[in-house]
């Protein structure tokens, strides 16, 4: 059973365009949802994340959206760049089991 | 500070070998993790080990065994390897107190033929 649901599955976007990915989850008890960062060849890394205390977390060119009520959390990136051509995931976890579940990932072109 | 550290990088096996996955960390992480990744699939989880003498099953953990050595280093074990278990394998740890961020090691890409 796939708890967290990514899309799309790839992204092709234009230098200076928005990226929008998205995930939706179904366990009501996950109260913590990271994204991570993957460069071909690298290991995921912590990229930005939310609880659902906020609707909205903003670190320089990437946000995060949460909507509780539809259990859909967004990543956007703004005018992105070439650099960001990465895979990213989508995770959830909750405090009681502290495991992350991770979405099926979202690999990103930004052309240049 | 070399983070997360894994072992071989690249892993051709036959059919029924086995082999062992090493993972170490220097960043005085209590807790460590090992996941495979396959396409579409995203990340799962295998095994974790909460704190050091501790192991438990993940999402899944069929035809794998693991090894907490010591604080530093977390081994993952295929006994009779199948072409199942192609995939790339991901070593992460954390703080205890923090295990919702983990962080990464490079990755084994282990091919089973």
């Known amino acids: 059973q796939q708890q967290v649901k990514q899309s799309p599955q790839s992204l092709i976007v234009q230098k200076g365009g928005i990226s929008i990915i998205n995930c939706a989850y179904e366990?009501?008890?996950?109260?913590?949802f990271p994204w991570y960062q993957q460069f071909p060849g690298k290991g995921p890394a912590l990229l930005i994340a939310?609880?659902?205390?906020?609707s909205e977390k903003k670190e320089g060119r990437f946000t995060i959206s949460f909507n509780k009520s539809a259990k859909q959390f967004s990543l956007h990136i703004m005018d992105s760049q070439p650099g960001d051509s990465a895979t990213y995931f989508c995770?959830?976890?909750?405090?009681?089991?502290?495991?992350?579940?991770f979405g099926s990932g979202t690999q990103l072109t930004v052309l240049p | 500070n070399a983070g997360v550290t894994q072992t071989p990088k690249f892993q051709v096996l036959k059919t029924g070998q086995s082999m062992t996955l090493q993972c170490a960390q220097d960043?005085?992480?209590?807790?460590m993790y090992w996941y495979r990744q396959d396409p579409g699939m995203g990340l799962r989880l295998i095994y974790y080990?909460?704190?050091?003498?501790?192991?438990d099953k993940g999402e899944v953990p069929n035809g794998y065994n693991v090894s907490r050595l010591n604080k530093r280093e977390f081994s993952l074990r295929l006994e009779s390897a199948a072409p199942s278990q192609t995939s790339v394998y991901f070593c992460?740890?954390?703080?205890?107190?923090?295990?919702?961020?983990?962080?990464f090691g490079p990755g084994t890409r282990l091919l089973v033929l």
């Open positions: 992460a740890s954390s703080y205890l107190w923090d295990q919702e961020t983990q962080y």
């Open positions: 366990n009501t008890a996950f109260d913590y």
């Open positions: 939310i609880r659902p205390d906020v």
């Open positions: 995770a959830a976890s909750m405090t009681s089991a502290r495991q992350l579940t």
């Open positions: 960043m005085n992480h209590n807790s």
């Open positions: 080990s909460a704190s050091e003498g501790t192991t």
